[in-house]
């Protein structure tokens, strides 16, 4: 039955005809690839600019433009607006596998990989109009990942990453409503997924009753330590994670998207301005590195990870770009040596940039623009 609808439903696309109608979908609804391609779209090449949204409801973190209807995901007008659209961005994928010639479908996807993803990790694959990558190596990992032709694999960059560059650090802190005068470092720690609960619905690795990924994480006690350090861990579990309980502190803030958007923000922005990264095997830690400052590798986990879920390198840990921690109290230490100004990973990482990233100007929006927009 799938099989008969997908067919049904790319004959509906192959023979319909489309109108100068840009459609933008993707997880979560205002991505920050999807929000920097939306802010530099040439709005006088579209008559329409269509956002598929989880929820009608959620306020767009931008200015509305003009030009833009939002749409309910898996709604009627989502799918008929899915089909008689010229110009397609997706981080997730559209309606069917394999694009037909009269429409126009990138596929920005939402990081490049450490973790294998696509073919690579035994599912299916995508035919579209192009595919994004960052380098020569992520053109070849992604093209074979997709099953997508090199030549239409483009390095141009990950759009989401341009945001990462702050013009402006003390509005947007403000923004946030966050007094950095208060801290003398603050941090991200952005873990992946174990379990998801969003999408593909999958269990890697170890799964664990906090936010931290670390089994029996002492949380008053990592309070006290950012306390005595004057630090703001900025903790973003990951959107496709299963919810758990746990109260904001002084010294450590939970957010999620809607506390973003509720400020006007994306993630990207306010990565940005963080002194340092915790991650464990994240695509963010790819992104990150265009930064050129530290990064805490806290993978407790990693042995039982690869177990369940195929890794794109091998070893993994070569190509993790920052010191690596498997426990509470190395995972202090390095902390505290980011505190201090030190960064041991160094070398490392500028040499994993050069394999990760072609170009390094904060500029992929405009080089994915010039390429579909001339197509």
Not at 297 to 325: K, M
Request: contains cysteine; negative net charge.
């Amino acid at each position: 039955m799938k099989s008969f609808l997908k067919n049904l439903v790319s004959l509906l696309i192959r023979v319909t005809p489309k109108r100068r109608y840009c459609y933008l979908k993707a997880m979560p609804s205002f991505e920050d690839s999807m929000v920097v391609i939306y802010s530099q779209l040439p709005l006088d090449q579209f008559d329409t600019i269509i956002w598929s949204v989880y929820n009608e409801n959620d306020t767009p973190p931008f200015e509305d433009r003009g030009k833009t209807v939002y749409v309910k995901k898996g709604s009627i007008c989502d799918f008929y607006y899915g089909v008689i659209s010229k110009t397609i961005f997706t981080t997730h994928g559209h309606f069917i596998p394999n694009i037909p010639s009269n429409q126009i479908c990138i596929n920005i996807w939402h990081g490049m990989p450490l973790k294998a993803i696509g073919l690579l990790d035994n599912q299916p694959g995508r035919q579209d109009s192009y595919l994004c990558s960052t380098s020569a190596l992520l053109q070849d990992i992604m093209s074979r990942a997709f099953g997508m032709p090199l030549e239409r694999t483009l390095i141009t960059g990950i759009p989401r990453n341009d945001l990462l560059k702050v013009d402006d650090a003390a509005h947007m802190w403000a923004r946030a409503g966050i007094d950095q005068s208060k801290y003398d470092k603050v941090f991200f720690w952005l873990p992946t997924y174990r379990k998801s609960v969003l999408g593909c619905l999958t269990e890697d690795g170890v799964e664990v009753d906090n936010v931290f990924n670390m089994v029996d994480f002492p949380t008053e006690k990592f309070h006290a330590f950012l306390e005595k350090n004057r630090c703001l861990c900025i903790l973003k579990p990951h959107p496709m994670a299963p919810k758990k309980d746990m109260t904001s502190t002084d010294h450590i803030l939970l957010i999620d998207e809607h506390w973003l958007w509720d400020r006007k923000l994306t993630l990207y922005p306010l990565v940005g301005l963080a002194d340092f990264l915790v991650s464990d095997i994240s695509s963010i830690m790819i992104d990150y590195m265009l930064l050129d400052r530290p990064m805490i590798v806290c993978f407790e986990d990693a042995e039982q990870y690869q177990q369940s879920r195929n890794v794109v390198f091998d070893p993994i840990e070569d190509y993790l770009p920052g010191e690596i921690v498997d426990n509470y109290d190395d995972l202090t230490r390095e902390i505290s040596t980011c505190i201090a100004g030190g960064d041991p990973a160094k070398e490392k990482r500028e040499s994993l940039k050069k394999q990760f990233h072609q170009d390094t100007d904060f500029n992929a929006t405009q080089r994915l623009l010039d390429v579909v927009l001339k197509s």
